[in-house]
Nanobody
């Protein structure tokens, strides 16, 4: 089992920044790939960004490319999501997820463990 705890969400104005953190504990050797997803009210959960744990390869959704940066601290078993130039459409509950796969995937069904989520609200 892997436990994930997200933090760093909050209320920010358009154009502002936030940094989300996701700390993993438990059987972290099973964490081959870590990703962020988000779910806005009345919408399906969508992929945001992913990073492979060993090589650090990253991929982003087109909607956040150039504004968000995913990174990881192997020693702390923590992944981060730096979000800049935030827009109202970024408002959502942000989830951290872990996959045992070495391949960076964008489909939520490829992920084995999930955090509880942290709320990000961007005011216009």
């Amino acid at each position: 089992q892997v436990q994930l705890v997200e933090s760093g969400g909050g209320l920010v104005q358009t154009g502002g920044s936030l940094r989300l953190s996701c700390a993993a504990s438990g059987r972290t050797y099973s964490s081959r790939t870590m990703a962020w997803f988000r779910q806005a009210p009345w919408k399906e959960r969508e992929f945001v960004a992913v990073i492979t744990w060993s090589v650090g390869m990253t991929y982003y959704a087109d909607s956040v490319k150039g504004r968000f940066t995913i990174s990881r601290d192997n020693a702390k078993n923590t992944v981060y999501l730096q979000m800049n130039s935030l827009k109202p459409e970024d408002t959502a509950l942000y989830y951290c997820a872990v996959s045992r796969s070495l391949v960076a995937r964008r489909n939520e069904y490829d992920y084995d463990y999930w955090g509880q989520g942290t709320q990000v609200t961007v005011s216009s």
